[in-house]
């Protein structure tokens, strides 16, 4: 059953639309746990918006290319319900959370820092965040202006969290805004270097300068490809495949090849963009992606990459068998050191 549960999630998971690049056979629509496992790994890969989403215009379309069998009517109707129930629980705590990021971002106009990642992937390269979940916001400062960021949030009623000697080694802090745990409690992570674990920076950097630029150049489709590069190479070894999804819908919002060049050796991020780019054009048929992957292919001991982080890998990244691939991913991430 998981080659199946894979070959739909590939098929189910482009937020622009049923990916026609990845086959799936029907799933047996008398039998739950198939549907059940879909679901499961679509959440544990932070891609259920979008699975939801073609779910509901498949099950309106097209319910016979999802189920096969007896009893296909009822559960396509049982189906749509489940999913509208579903994606109504994370649609509303990713919008309570997209109003906090907006609320801290009025107050860091003309300050060395930015919001990253989620709110920043939906609303520029997603289109929305109807169909990219987020759980915290994270914010990228500039190291000297990093006290001065946690002066604004303190006035926002946010307080430290978490552990110091992990902040100074990790470049990272924490901020909450209510108790752990409790409802309406958003986390607030403040970087002042993407790149967090120490031996890897030696290599790859992602700081508040890179990312905005000194010059005013300023947030670009380029520099959030980078981002996404970096976050999902040196902090996940691409163990999710929403970190594929961040990448093929920011090849999607239009970037500049130089740039993204210039962008790419300047946090020494060739491999880790190159390998996303990969992924997106070998899962989603994305030529845009094919097309920059190729103006920066590796070279040397890199092209090892290809049989480290493969398609399948990716897809597999939350099954049971996932403990197989991680000899390969650790051989990727010392690549990422060379």
Request: proline share 5%.
């Amino acid at each position: 059953m998981s080659r199946s549960i894979d070959a739909w999630l590939a098929r189910l998971s482009d937020p622009a639309g049923l990916n026609g690049h990845w086959p799936a056979a029907p799933l047996p629509a008398d039998d739950a746990r198939a549907v059940d496992a879909l679901l499961y790994e679509a959440v544990r890969h932070n891609v259920h918006l979008a699975v939801h989403y073609n779910l509901l215009r498949l099950l309106r379309d097209d319910p016979a290319a999802l189920l096969a069998g007896a009893g296909r009517e009822a559960a396509a109707g049982a189906l749509s319900e489940r999913v509208r129930a579903e994606r109504s629980e994370i649609i509303a705590p990713t919008m309570q959370v997209a109003a906090v990021a907006r609320a801290i971002r009025q107050d860091l106009a003309g300050f060395p820092a930015v919001i990253v990642k989620g709110i920043d992937f939906a609303e520029n390269a997603y289109g929305g965040v109807h169909l990219r979940s987020f759980g915290d916001v994270d914010i990228l400062v500039r190291a000297e202006a990093a006290e001065a960021l946690g002066a604004i949030l303190s006035r926002k009623g946010f307080v430290p969290h978490g552990h110091e000697r992990h902040a100074a080694d990790y470049a990272e802090r924490q901020w909450i805004n209510g108790a752990p745990g409790a409802t309406g409690t958003v986390l607030v992570e403040v970087h002042t270097d993407l790149v967090h674990t120490p031996e890897l920076r030696r290599r790859l950097s992602l700081t508040y300068d890179l990312h905005a630029g000194k010059d005013g150049q300023g947030v670009t489709p380029a520099a959030r490809l980078v981002l996404a590069a970096l976050h999902g190479a040196t902090s996940h070894l691409f163990g999710r495949l929403q970190y594929v999804v961040d990448g093929l819908m920011v090849a999607r919002s239009g970037v500049d090849p130089g740039e993204l060049a210039e962008r790419a050796q300047a946090s020494g991020a060739a491999l880790p963009v190159y390998t996303m780019l990969r992924l997106a054009s070998e899962l989603y048929g994305c030529t845009t992606s094919a097309a920059l992957a190729g103006t920066m292919a590796p070279r040397g001991i890199a092209r090892l990459e290809r049989r480290l982080i493969t398609s399948p890998m990716v897809l597999a990244a939350k099954s049971p068998n996932r403990w197989r691939l991680l000899a390969q991913r650790h051989v990727y991430r010392r690549l990422l050191q060379v």
